[in-house]
T-cell receptor, first 115, second 112 residues
Framework: GDSVTQMEGPVTLSEEAFLTINCTYT??????LFWYVQYPGEGLQLLLK?????DKGSNKGFEATYRKETTSFHLEKGSVQVSDSAVYFC??????????????FGKGTRLSVIA | NAGVTQTPKFQVLKTGQSMTLQCAQD?????MYWYRQDPGMGLRLIYY???????DKGEVPNGYNVSRLNKREFSLRLESAAPSQTSVYFC???????????FGSGTRLTVV
Protein backbone atom coordinates (compact mmCIF):
# COMPACT_ATOMS: atom_id res chain seq x y z
CA GLY A 1 0.00 0.00 0.00
CA ASP A 2 0.90 3.66 -0.12
CA SER A 3 3.19 5.03 2.56
CA VAL A 4 5.07 8.17 3.62
CA THR A 5 8.34 8.16 5.54
CA GLN A 6 9.61 11.28 7.28
CA MET A 7 12.86 11.88 9.08
CA GLU A 8 12.65 11.27 12.80
CA GLY A 9 12.64 14.29 15.05
CA PRO A 10 12.96 16.31 17.01
CA VAL A 11 15.00 18.75 14.97
CA THR A 12 16.54 21.66 16.89
CA LEU A 13 18.01 24.59 14.98
CA SER A 14 19.28 28.06 15.75
CA GLU A 15 17.46 31.01 14.27
CA GLU A 16 18.49 31.77 10.65
CA ALA A 17 19.75 28.22 10.09
CA PHE A 18 18.87 26.24 6.96
CA LEU A 19 16.13 23.63 7.35
CA THR A 20 15.60 20.38 5.51
CA ILE A 21 12.99 17.82 6.55
CA ASN A 22 13.18 14.69 4.43
CA CYS A 23 10.08 12.97 3.09
CA THR A 24 9.94 9.95 0.79
CA TYR A 25 6.89 8.11 -0.42
CA THR A 26 5.64 4.89 -1.94
CA UNK A 27 2.56 4.99 -4.16
CA UNK A 28 1.00 2.87 -6.87
CA UNK A 29 0.06 5.83 -9.03
CA UNK A 30 1.05 9.47 -9.44
CA UNK A 31 0.10 11.05 -6.14
CA UNK A 32 -0.41 14.63 -5.08
CA LEU A 33 1.96 15.57 -2.25
CA PHE A 34 1.42 17.90 0.69
CA TRP A 35 3.16 19.43 3.67
CA TYR A 36 1.06 20.33 6.69
CA VAL A 37 2.15 22.36 9.73
CA GLN A 38 0.75 22.09 13.25
CA TYR A 39 1.60 24.91 15.66
CA PRO A 40 1.39 24.16 19.39
CA GLY A 41 -2.19 23.68 20.54
CA GLU A 42 -3.65 24.09 17.06
CA GLY A 43 -4.98 21.98 14.20
CA LEU A 44 -3.09 21.15 11.03
CA GLN A 45 -2.81 23.74 8.28
CA LEU A 46 -1.86 23.12 4.68
CA LEU A 47 1.58 24.61 4.12
CA LEU A 48 2.20 23.74 0.48
CA LYS A 49 1.43 21.15 -2.16
CA UNK A 50 2.53 19.77 -5.53
CA UNK A 51 0.43 17.73 -7.91
CA UNK A 52 2.87 16.48 -10.54
CA UNK A 53 6.52 15.65 -11.06
CA UNK A 54 8.97 18.60 -10.90
CA ASP A 55 6.31 20.91 -9.44
CA LYS A 56 7.60 23.14 -6.67
CA GLY A 57 5.24 24.10 -3.89
CA SER A 58 6.09 27.19 -1.85
CA ASN A 59 4.61 29.21 0.98
CA LYS A 60 5.91 31.40 3.84
CA GLY A 61 9.52 30.87 2.70
CA PHE A 62 9.17 27.08 2.67
CA GLU A 63 9.68 25.08 -0.52
CA ALA A 64 9.38 21.47 -1.61
CA THR A 65 9.93 19.93 -5.05
CA TYR A 66 8.11 16.80 -6.26
CA ARG A 67 10.90 14.42 -7.34
CA LYS A 68 9.42 11.39 -9.07
CA GLU A 69 12.80 9.80 -9.79
CA THR A 70 13.68 9.71 -6.09
CA THR A 71 10.06 9.53 -4.82
CA SER A 72 10.80 12.45 -2.52
CA PHE A 73 9.23 15.73 -1.41
CA HIS A 74 11.73 17.28 1.00
CA LEU A 75 10.76 20.46 2.84
CA GLU A 76 13.31 23.30 2.91
CA LYS A 77 13.61 26.79 4.27
CA GLY A 78 16.63 29.01 3.91
CA SER A 79 16.43 30.83 7.24
CA VAL A 80 14.17 29.58 10.02
CA GLN A 81 12.62 31.75 12.70
CA VAL A 82 11.46 30.96 16.22
CA SER A 83 7.89 31.24 14.94
CA ASP A 84 8.53 28.22 12.66
CA SER A 85 8.66 25.93 15.69
CA ALA A 86 5.93 23.38 15.02
CA VAL A 87 5.29 19.81 13.91
CA TYR A 88 5.48 19.21 10.15
CA PHE A 89 3.62 16.39 8.40
CA CYS A 90 4.21 15.10 4.90
CA UNK A 91 1.21 13.48 3.18
CA UNK A 92 0.11 12.01 -0.14
CA UNK A 93 -3.13 11.50 -2.00
CA UNK A 94 -3.10 8.74 -4.59
CA UNK A 95 -5.84 9.36 -7.19
CA UNK A 96 -5.54 5.83 -8.55
CA UNK A 97 -7.25 4.61 -5.40
CA UNK A 98 -10.99 4.46 -5.82
CA UNK A 99 -13.54 5.84 -3.43
CA UNK A 100 -11.78 9.02 -2.36
CA UNK A 101 -9.53 7.20 0.10
CA UNK A 102 -7.91 9.18 2.91
CA UNK A 103 -4.61 11.00 2.77
CA UNK A 104 -1.61 8.96 3.87
CA PHE A 105 0.39 10.89 6.49
CA GLY A 106 3.92 10.58 7.75
CA LYS A 107 4.46 10.44 11.50
CA GLY A 108 5.43 14.10 11.74
CA THR A 109 8.69 15.88 12.53
CA ARG A 110 8.91 18.28 15.45
CA LEU A 111 11.02 21.39 14.78
CA SER A 112 12.27 23.63 17.56
CA VAL A 113 14.02 26.87 16.65
CA ILE A 114 16.13 28.56 19.32
CA ALA A 115 16.83 32.30 19.35
CA ASN B 1 -15.45 32.28 8.20
CA ALA B 2 -15.48 29.36 5.79
CA GLY B 3 -13.93 26.17 7.08
CA VAL B 4 -14.42 23.20 9.37
CA THR B 5 -16.08 23.82 12.72
CA GLN B 6 -15.75 21.37 15.59
CA THR B 7 -17.71 21.43 18.83
CA PRO B 8 -17.03 21.29 21.68
CA LYS B 9 -13.42 22.48 21.92
CA PHE B 10 -12.85 20.86 25.32
CA GLN B 11 -14.65 18.08 27.16
CA VAL B 12 -14.10 16.02 30.28
CA LEU B 13 -16.03 12.75 30.59
CA LYS B 14 -16.24 10.10 33.23
CA THR B 15 -15.55 6.51 32.24
CA GLY B 16 -18.68 4.97 30.77
CA GLN B 17 -20.32 8.24 29.74
CA SER B 18 -21.31 8.86 26.16
CA MET B 19 -20.95 11.92 23.99
CA THR B 20 -21.06 13.09 20.39
CA LEU B 21 -18.41 15.26 18.77
CA GLN B 22 -19.83 17.51 16.11
CA CYS B 23 -18.18 18.55 12.86
CA ALA B 24 -19.57 20.81 10.14
CA GLN B 25 -18.02 22.24 6.97
CA ASP B 26 -19.37 24.98 4.73
CA UNK B 27 -17.13 24.47 1.70
CA UNK B 28 -19.37 21.97 -0.11
CA UNK B 29 -16.72 19.27 0.32
CA UNK B 30 -17.64 15.70 -0.54
CA UNK B 31 -15.43 13.80 1.89
CA MET B 32 -15.06 14.09 5.65
CA TYR B 33 -12.72 12.40 8.12
CA TRP B 34 -12.20 11.88 11.85
CA TYR B 35 -8.70 11.49 13.32
CA ARG B 36 -7.28 11.21 16.79
CA GLN B 37 -3.90 12.52 17.87
CA ASP B 38 -2.34 11.32 21.10
CA PRO B 39 0.42 13.35 22.82
CA GLY B 40 3.63 13.27 20.82
CA MET B 41 2.01 11.04 18.22
CA GLY B 42 0.91 11.35 14.65
CA LEU B 43 -2.60 11.14 13.30
CA ARG B 44 -4.67 7.97 13.37
CA LEU B 45 -7.78 7.67 11.20
CA ILE B 46 -10.93 6.62 13.05
CA TYR B 47 -13.65 6.78 10.38
CA TYR B 48 -14.27 8.56 7.14
CA UNK B 49 -17.08 9.36 4.74
CA UNK B 50 -16.02 9.50 1.09
CA UNK B 51 -19.36 10.97 0.09
CA UNK B 52 -22.75 11.72 1.58
CA UNK B 53 -24.44 8.48 2.54
CA UNK B 54 -21.27 6.40 2.95
CA UNK B 55 -18.99 5.72 5.90
CA ASP B 56 -15.93 3.50 6.27
CA LYS B 57 -13.69 2.35 9.09
CA GLY B 58 -10.20 3.66 9.44
CA GLU B 59 -7.23 2.42 11.42
CA VAL B 60 -8.75 2.66 14.94
CA PRO B 61 -12.59 2.43 14.78
CA ASN B 62 -13.23 0.38 17.91
CA GLY B 63 -15.28 2.24 20.53
CA TYR B 64 -16.57 4.82 18.05
CA ASN B 65 -19.52 5.30 15.71
CA VAL B 66 -20.14 7.95 13.09
CA SER B 67 -23.04 9.53 11.26
CA ARG B 68 -22.89 11.51 8.04
CA LEU B 69 -25.99 13.53 8.73
CA ASN B 70 -25.89 15.43 5.44
CA LYS B 71 -23.21 16.79 3.15
CA ARG B 72 -22.13 19.39 5.73
CA GLU B 73 -22.11 17.41 8.96
CA PHE B 74 -20.19 14.36 10.18
CA SER B 75 -20.47 13.41 13.84
CA LEU B 76 -18.39 11.05 15.98
CA ARG B 77 -19.98 9.24 18.92
CA LEU B 78 -18.36 7.59 21.89
CA GLU B 79 -20.93 5.22 23.36
CA SER B 80 -19.05 4.30 26.54
CA ALA B 81 -15.96 6.42 27.03
CA ALA B 82 -12.73 4.84 28.28
CA PRO B 83 -9.52 6.50 29.54
CA SER B 84 -7.76 5.15 26.42
CA GLN B 85 -9.93 7.52 24.38
CA THR B 86 -8.32 10.56 25.98
CA SER B 87 -6.96 12.38 22.96
CA VAL B 88 -7.33 15.34 20.64
CA TYR B 89 -9.87 14.68 17.91
CA PHE B 90 -9.64 16.37 14.53
CA CYS B 91 -12.23 16.52 11.82
CA UNK B 92 -11.18 17.23 8.24
CA UNK B 93 -12.81 17.57 4.84
CA UNK B 94 -11.81 17.81 1.20
CA UNK B 95 -13.49 18.33 -2.12
CA UNK B 96 -11.91 15.42 -4.00
CA UNK B 97 -9.09 12.94 -4.46
CA UNK B 98 -6.56 15.40 -5.90
CA UNK B 99 -6.89 17.83 -3.03
CA UNK B 100 -5.63 18.14 0.51
CA UNK B 101 -7.67 18.40 3.68
CA UNK B 102 -9.01 21.36 5.55
CA PHE B 103 -8.82 20.60 9.27
CA GLY B 104 -10.91 21.79 12.17
CA SER B 105 -9.23 23.18 15.28
CA GLY B 106 -9.83 20.03 17.31
CA THR B 107 -11.68 18.75 20.36
CA ARG B 108 -9.56 18.03 23.42
CA LEU B 109 -11.22 15.13 25.25
CA THR B 110 -10.20 13.81 28.65
CA VAL B 111 -11.78 10.66 30.05
CA VAL B 112 -11.29 10.19 33.79
Amino acid sequence: GDSVTQMEGPVTLSEEAFLTINCTYTATGYPSLFWYVQYPGEGLQLLLKATKADDKGSNKGFEATYRKETTSFHLEKGSVQVSDSAVYFCALSDPTNSGNTPLVFGKGTRLSVIA
Amino acid sequence: NAGVTQTPKFQVLKTGQSMTLQCAQDMNHNSMYWYRQDPGMGLRLIYYSASEGTTDKGEVPNGYNVSRLNKREFSLRLESAAPSQTSVYFCASRVGQYYGYTFGSGTRLTVV
